[in-house]
């Protein structure tokens, strides 16, 4: 067994959800993915998926794993770029896409520090909750919140986005806290409708794979809006941490379920596999590695 490329399986499965779908992306029989997780499980001594009939779901060991797996693939990466840029000038127009929220909240806040480090880079950010096409609109480089499932971008895992079960205070003084996953059915849920599957949320206990079909009377395309609703106590939602921190620290909203595992979301950043890697585009991503 190769442990490297079983963790690049291991981490694309837990990113595709499917055994299937990495089979069909790396033009290989769904069999062999299967085995080379099974030796990977046998290697390290126990099972990294909780797996049941309708979802695949890390175990506690296994999401773990899955975290150190994406550091070192990362690392990888990483000192491979290095290698291959050389001694390229850092400089140019850089054209970013982000997602609206996470733009804002993330990225924006880290753009004085790069340009300080690398002062002959100019930026362009743009935000927008829609994937654009990275080479019709000549963009350079986009972080991605999911999976990442176009073949023709490469993806360098940034690390991942820990959603929790959010509520205000007042909402929770109304309809009262929900004290397992089940209950979350009796509940106002918000949900955001950029994600699949977004009216089904998973949740992992104890090794088990929990599944939840919520319901509610408002949905959104725009992760802001969830929080306005949110704190205004319409609703409960399944939102990254990220989005609530603030909120969260000064008592705005209370945090639920935490004795449940959420299914964290990968944060890559892609680029086009037909455009050229310019220094000012692998430094940004080096930076973000060490920041975000």
């Known amino acids: 067994?190769?442990?490297?490329?079983?963790?690049?399986?291991?981490?694309?499965?837990?990113?595709r959800g499917s055994f299937s779908a990495v089979a069909r992306e790396?033009?290989?029989?769904?069999?062999?993915?299967?085995?080379?997780?099974?030796?990977?499980?046998?290697?390290?001594?126990?099972?990294?998926?909780?797996?049941s009939t309708r979802h695949l779901a890390l175990t506690d060991q296994g999401q773990r794993f899955y975290n150190h797996c994406q550091e070192i693939l990362s690392q990888l990466e990483h000192a491979t770029r290095s290698f291959a840029s050389g001694q390229e000038q850092i400089a140019g127009p850089l054209r970013i896409a982000a997602p609206v929220s996470y733009g804002r909240l993330c990225i924006a806040p880290l753009i004085g520090a790069f340009l300080q480090r690398h002062p002959d880079v100019q930026i362009d950010l743009r935000l927008n909750d829609y994937n654009e096409d990275l080479l019709m609109?000549?963009?350079?480089?986009?972080?991605?919140?999911?999976?990442?499932?176009?073949?023709?971008?490469?993806a360098v895992p940034l690390g991942t986005s820990t959603r929790r079960v959010?509520?205000?205070?007042?909402?929770?003084?109304r309809h009262g806290q929900p004290r397992e996953p089940a209950e979350l059915a009796g509940h106002n849920c918000i949900a955001f409708t950029l994600l699949e599957h977004y009216d089904r949320w998973h949740f992992t206990h104890r090794g088990e794979a929990l599944e939840v079909a919520i319901k509610g009377n408002v949905t959104s395309n725009n992760s802001e809006a969830i929080r306005e609703m949110v704190l205004g106590g319409l609703g409960i939602s399944l939102s990254p941490q990220w989005l609530f921190a603030a909120d969260f620290e000064q008592g705005g909203v209370c945090s639920l379920l935490d004795e449940y595992q959420t299914t964290a979301l990968p944060v890559s950043a892609v680029f086009?596999?037909?455009?050229?890697?310019?220094?000012?585009?692998?430094?940004?991503?080096?930076?973000?590695?060490e920041n975000v």
Do not use: H
């Not at 067994?1 to 990113?15: A, G, K, T």
């Not at 033009?27 to 990294?48: F, H, T």
């Open 166 to 173: 959010y509520a205000a205070p007042a909402y929770l003084d």
């Open 1 to 15: 067994m190769d442990l490297f490329d079983s963790m690049r399986i291991f981490v694309r499965v837990v990113e």
């Open 26 to 51: 790396l033009n290989m029989g769904q069999p062999a993915i299967s085995k080379q997780v099974r030796a990977l499980e046998q290697y390290l001594g126990g099972a990294v998926f909780a797996r």
């Open 137 to 154: 609109e000549n963009i350079d480089l986009a972080i991605r919140i999911g999976v990442v499932k176009s073949e023709g971008l490469v």
């Open 272 to 289: 086009s596999r037909e455009r050229r890697r310019s220094a000012r585009t692998m430094a940004f991503i080096d930076f973000l590695r």
